[in-house]
């Protein structure tokens, strides 16, 4: 059983930054490959990035690739995304999620967050 608890959402101004983290509870976290997702009003739930248990391998939404670093801390149990250059698009729900193995598929992935929102203001 894993359990996520994210954390750094907020409201920013177009152009700015946030960075996210995702704190993990459990012994095995490096085993385990994380994602980032999103959901905006109205919309499905999105692959935003993620990346595998050792970090070699990472993959990025083509709409924020650039603009999104994600990365872990496996000493720590935690997972961040770090946005900038925002825009007003990238507001929604932004969910972690941990998987067994690594994809970008949501439907791969077993454990969640309860979510953090992020709105942009234009």
């Known amino acids: 059983q894993v359990q996520l608890v994210e954390s750094g959402g907020g409201l920013v101004q177009a152009g700015g930054s946030l960075k996210l983290s995702c704190a993990a509870s459990?012994?095995?976290?490096?085993?385990?490959?994380m994602g980032w997702f999103r959901q905006a009003p109205g919309k499905e739930r999105a692959f935003v990035a993620g990346?595998?248990?050792?970090?070699?391998?990472?993959d990025y939404a083509d709409s924020v690739k650039g603009r999104f670093t994600i990365s872990r801390d496996n000493t720590k149990n935690t997972v961040y995304l770090e946005m900038n250059s925002l825009k007003p698009d990238d507001t929604a729900v932004y969910y972690c999620?941990?998987?067994?193995?690594?994809?970008?598929?949501?439907?791969?992935?077993?454990?969640w967050g309860q979510g953090t929102q992020v709105t942009v203001s234009s």
């Open positions: 999620a941990a998987s067994e193995r690594y994809s970008i598929q949501s439907g791969s992935y077993k454990y």
């Open positions: 990346i595998s248990g050792s970090a070699m391998t990472t």
């Open positions: 459990g012994r095995t976290f490096s085993s385990y490959a």
